[in-house]
């Protein structure tokens, strides 16, 4: 009888053990791959060495890539393109896309990094775009169709496109910079703009003006896959003065959050425009606004207060969340991003 | 990770837990994503229905935008500048457009100028805005200054993207810079002004016959509105077309008309041509209100959704994603 009873609790446990090794299993299917896209560069490095690419998400011991993955525990690639490239070149857009491409099929990044689960095993995988990153998965996208006006010009968008579930980017230069504006036209004497981001009117800063001639939203259709907007309110001392509205030191709210109208728009976080008013008539939608700088939003370094925007995605009780309400008291966009998924 | 980086991280996972706000549920941005592109699987990529009352898409992305940049440390007034729109056909002249402004009101200004630039750098000009009523200037003293660029002949098929670096100075003899630009190029198609248009499985396809003067790859997009002035959705279609008379068909799904009703005749409220396959893109004029179809009953268009598989299938990837971890 005891006998018995050993046994059954025996096979009650084991029962139990293997419902958690498949829960596990399960959940550890569950995860997507994350695909990190950095932003503007002044110089190649990113393009020619992985280090570099990798530590662009990286503030001494504070790393993006580790808070945004759970301490690694969901698997991720990270792409290094040239940055000092306009956003629609084949070494921006086209290297992107490629890499995207690769990512999953299960190769590896420079790192030895890799999707655990590839596209055709079923995964699924979400895009982090930091800066021009923006501008760049907004061409990939924009241009996925045969339908469409550059598909598909500077790499394979319609397979990178088929496999990205969805987008993320913080500080995304969606409608350019007024810092690239300033220094193309010449009064980047009135400003002091972050010099790893902006040093002078390369092809990458021609290209991230406000003028509707450079903008990507003039050579491209909606995006195919939805991008969730999300950006720092936190000024540089120098430059902030030179952006109109809200911004990150770098790039003005108008740009982070790809709003429709003037890419110099005055916006802050009760203002900005809502999910019906951006840059293209769909698939652009606003998260939430964060006191970090065009650094931080990249490097998890600050950990700080979080605001709700119109349209975002943070609810008081059962409604959303009035714009300009404090949602988090200390909270990186690393670790946003981790709830995320 | 060191011993204390590890407790650091578990007291910053702890914060993670909000108090008051907290997004809307787990796994948020997979449902909501998975929930649109199961709606937008409807139609095929080239054809979206437009909501009542939005907007008509290209007649906004061609809108021209103002650009302003303030003084040192943003200090007033701001300079404005804007052209009358974002890309020319060459050889018509570009007219260009700024003014200072504090807090949206016009200030005065002693003079401004323009540099012109191609996008290689290379100097394509200078010209003189004014205030003085002559034309393009619209009206003497408003605050408004107006200048004319004269770009030459181009080869059809080119063109260029512009920058045009804008210097003021204001009334207390300051400067202020701002930087404009705009598109100027021969496009290598142009519509004819011959339309046609017929229902094919269900859809309304509407071609626009085109004069191709150098061969290359093509984008026509255009809203269609219907009996009651409003749009009610876009097509868009590209091909590559030889040199001589081609047609290109705009494919509007059948759905965004039977869903509401729509009976015809339809009117081709904006058309926009350019040349693609290489930056930039050459743009036409953007042609308004250039056809009226023939009537047609709603029933004669399809309500069945398209289905689009690889949204479809993105939808399933996600919502199992999110079953599996729960």
Redesign the interface.
């Known amino acids: 009888m005891q006998n018995r009873r050993i046994r059954t609790a025996l096979f009650a446990l084991a029962i139990g053990v293997a419902a958690i090794f498949v829960s596990a299993t ?2 550890a ?4 791959c994350l695909i990190f896209v950095h932003g503007k560069q002044t110089d190649t490095n990113t393009f020619t060495s992985y280090t570099s690419a990798r530590n662009y998400w990286v503030n001494g ?1 504070h790393d993006f890539v ?2 945004a993955t759970k ?1 690694f525990a969901t698997p991720y690639y990270v792409v290094g393109y040239n940055g000092t490239r ?1 956003y ?1 070149e084949a070494q921006a857009a086209g290297e992107v896309a490629n890499e995207i491409v690769n990512a999953t099929n299960g190769i590896a990044d420079g790192g030895g990094h890799r999707c655990t689960k590839t596209f055709a095993q ?3 995988f979400l895009v982090v775009a930091h800066s021009m990153g923006g501008a760049v998965m907004d061409f990939i996208l924009g241009n996925d ?7 598909n ?1 500077t790499g394979p968008f319609d397979v990178a496109s ?1 496999r990205i ?2 987008v ?1 980017t913080t500080g995304g230069a969606h409608r350019g910079s ?1 810092g ?3 220094v ?4 980047n004497f ?2 002091n703009f972050i010099a790893g981001f902006i040093q002078n ?1 390369d092809d990458a800063t ?1 290209w991230l ?6 903008q990507v ?3 491209s ?2 995006p ?3 991008i ?1 907007l999300s950006g720092g309110y936190e000024a540089i001392f120098g430059s902030s ?2 952006l ?1 509205g809200e911004d990150d030191g770098v790039v003005q709210y108008a740009s982070i959050f790809a709003c ?5 728009a005055s916006y802050d976080n009760t203002n900005v425009c809502g999910n019906s008013a951006k840059q ?4 652009f ?1 606003n998260l939430d606004g964060c006191h970090e700088n065009h650094s931080d939003e990249r490097d998890d370094s600050d ?1 700080d207060v979080r605001k ?1 925007i119109p349209g975002g ?4 009780g059962t409604t959303p ?1 009035a714009p300009n ?1 404090t ?5 990186t966009t690393a ?1 946003f991003i ?4 | 990770m060191n011993r204390i980086e590890k407790a650091a991280s578990l007291v910053a996972l702890s914060l993670l837990v909000p108090s008051a706000a907290a997004i809307a549920q787990e796994a948020y941005l997979a449902l909501d994503a998975a929930k649109l592109y199961r709606e937008q699987a409807a139609y095929p990529p080239s054809s979206r229905a437009l909501a009542a009352g939005e907007v008509d898409p290209i007649r906004a992305d061609r809108a021209p935008s103002r650009i302003s940049l303030g003084g040192p440390d943003g200090a007033a007034p701001a300079l404005v500048v804007w052209n009358s729109a974002i890309s020319y056909e060459a050889p018509k002249a570009v007219d260009l457009f700024a003014s200072l402004e504090t807090a949206g009101r016009k200030v005065g200004a002693l003079v401004i100028t323009g540099d012109v630039l191609d996008s290689s750098g290379q100097a394509s000009g200078t010209v003189q805005y004014r205030d003085d009523g002559i034309a393009p200037d619209a009206a003497a003293g408003d605050g408004i200054w107006s200048a004319r660029w004269q770009g030459g002949k181009l080869a059809p098929g080119t063109g260029d993207t512009y920058l045009v670096k804008v210097l003021a100075t204001t009334e207390k003899g300051e400067p202020r810079q701002a930087a404009g630009g705009f598109l100027y190029g021969k496009p290598g198609a142009r519509a004819t002004g011959r339309y046609r248009d017929e229902v094919r499985d269900g859809s309304l396809i509407l071609s626009a016959e085109v004069e191709v003067l150098a061969a290359g790859r093509f984008h026509a997009e255009g809203t269609l509105y219907g009996a009651n002035g409003e749009p009610l959705g876009v097509a868009q279609a590209s091909a590559d077309l030889p040199k001589g008379m081609a047609w290109i068909e705009l494919p509007f799904y059948g759905k965004m008309l039977a869903d509401r009703k729509a009976e015809g005749p339809f009117r081709l409220g904006s058309l926009a041509l350019s040349t693609v396959g290489r930056m930039p893109n050459v743009l036409n004029d953007l042609a308004l209100d250039v056809y009226v179809t023939r009537a047609y009953s709603a029933t004669a268009f399809t309500n069945a959704p398209y289905g689009d598989a690889k949204l479809l299938d993105t939808a399933v990837r996600l919502e199992r994603s999110v079953a599996e971890k729960q």
């Open positions: 399960s959940a299917n569950a995860q997507p011991s580790r808070t301490s306009p629609w079923g995964g699924t169709d045969a339908s469409d006006p550059n598909f010009m088929q579930s969805f993320i007024q690239a504006d300033a193309c036209g010449g009064s009135l400003c009117c021609n003006r406000s003028a509707d001639a450079v939203k003039t050579f259709n909606a195919s896959k939805l969730y003065a030179c109109n429709n109208g003037s890419a110099t293209e008539s769909a698939n939608r950990s709700a995605i943070w609810n008081c969340c309400t949602v988090q008291s200390a909270m670790q981790s709830i995320l998924y």
